[in-house]
């Protein structure tokens, strides 16, 4: 395949709905970094279209479950014969097996469809710059089921234990969304933009699994992080 010098991200979209292939293109489309260079109803299309294709493809998002061959066949067959293309599940399917699954075989990412789009461009953009990403709604899921439990006291013991690091930028966003300053005030405040402000509100969410912002600001007072700030 032809080299792309480019900073954009080539993607190929792979899921059995063309509405849904449609939406997701024209969202991604939005962002100039992003380009969608193809799309199949299945995971043996995409492979075809990595045989043929002169562009430099960096990375697939495809559904799990579909016809011919599905998203996990289709993460085995990248991994063994395109390693440098990363691969990112969108799904409805939200187990826990299923995630555990699609990482094992070598995805880089699980997003469920119900993700929005500050998400969905954050987690494109997290894969392509690090390991993975899991969205913020299955890791809270996973979160709770697998290190909480069920009993209230271990729970809370565990809680206790649980460490997540903040760099000195988070902390100093946390600050000012707990003093009620809006993503863009906070943007002109550390002058950055707001799209940066989103990513590091969302990176934290992420971090420490919690439902949204009002809960990651009470996670971050219970648990020291902000008290001497």
């Known amino acids: 395949m032809a080299q792309n010098n480019s900073k954009v991200v080539n993607i190929l979209l792979a899921d059995d709905h063309h509405l849904v292939r449609d939406g997701i293109k024209s969202l991604i489309e939005k962002y100039k970094e992003f380009k969608v260079v193809g799309e199949g109803a299945d995971?043996?299309?995409i492979m075809q279209i990595l045989e043929t294709t002169e562009e430099k493809i960096d990375l697939v998002l495809a559904d799990i479950n579909m016809p011919n061959m599905g998203g996990l066949e289709l993460v085995e067959k990248i991994v063994a014969q395109y390693?440098?293309?990363?691969?990112?599940m969108l799904s409805m399917?939200?187990?826990e097996k299923y995630v555990s699954?699609?990482?094992?075989?070598?995805?880089?990412?699980?997003?469920?469809?119900?993700?929005?789009e500050e998400e969905l461009v954050f987690a494109l953009k997290r894969v392509m710059s690090t390991s993975f990403y899991i969205c913020s709604e299955l890791t809270y899921q996973l979160?709770?089921?697998?290190?909480?439990?069920?009993?209230?006291?271990?729970?809370?013991k565990m809680v206790n234990h649980v460490q997540v690091e903040f760099s000195?930028?988070?902390i100093e966003i946390l600050a000012l969304i707990a003093d009620g300053f809006t993503n863009i005030e906070i943007a002109e405040k550390l002058f950055t933009s707001k799209r940066t402000v989103e990513g590091h509100r969302?990176?934290?969410?992420?971090?420490t699994g919690v439902r949204n912002t009002a809960a990651l600001i009470?996670?971050?007072?219970?648990?020291?992080?902000?008290?001497?700030?």
Do not use: W
């Open 143 to 156: 979160l709770r089921k697998n290190l909480l439990g069920t009993n209230s006291v271990s729970r809370n």
């Open 218 to 229: 009470k996670y971050c007072f219970n648990h020291g992080v902000l008290n001497d700030v």
């Open 93 to 95: 399917l939200d187990h």
């Open 101 to 116: 699954q699609a990482l094992q075989v070598g995805a880089k990412g699980y997003l469920l469809k119900s993700v929005n």
């Open 168 to 170: 000195s930028k988070e």
């Open 202 to 207: 969302l990176q934290m969410i992420a971090k």
């Open 43 to 45: 995971g043996s299309a």
């Open 83 to 88: 390693p440098s293309i990363k691969v990112l």
